[in-house]
């Protein structure tokens, strides 16, 4: 099982930046794959960006790409989502996820979540 914690959301205004990151813990942490979704109140959980350690792959929604860029740092075990033109309709708790098998884009095929991280975008 891997663990999962983000950290780095906060309050920003509209155009600024923020970079999240999610270090995760565990057994066999390289053979998952590692997304972030989003979450705002009473709306379900959606994907953002995915990849894999150690392969250059990335995925996005089409909502953040060419604003958002996700990465990792495999000697740490930690996934980064930098996100800069900052929009308030991206307000929302972000979660970092893992998945062994399945749908990046899908967040019932994840296998384990973090704890969520506050992002606001103050217009």
């Known amino acids: 099982q891997v663990q999962l914690v983000e950290s780095g959301g906060g309050l920003v205004q509209a155009g600024g930046s923020l970079r999240l990151s999610c270090a995760a813990s565990g057994r066999a942490v390289g053979s998952y794959g590692m997304g972030w979704f989003r979450q705002a109140p009473g709306k379900e959980r959606l994907f953002v960006a995915a990849t894999r350690w150690s392969v250059d792959s990335t995925y996005y929604a089409d909502s953040v790409k060419g604003r958002f860029t996700i990465s990792t740092d495999n000697a740490k075990n930690t996934v980064y989502l930098q996100m800069n033109s900052l929009k308030p309709e991206d307000t929302a708790v972000y979660y970092c996820?893992?998945?062994?098998?399945?749908?990046?884009?899908?967040?019932?095929?994840?296998?384990?979540w973090g704890q969520g991280t506050q992002v606001t975008v103050s217009s």
């Open positions: 996820g893992a998945v062994r098998v399945g749908s990046y884009r899908r967040p019932n095929d994840y296998n384990c």
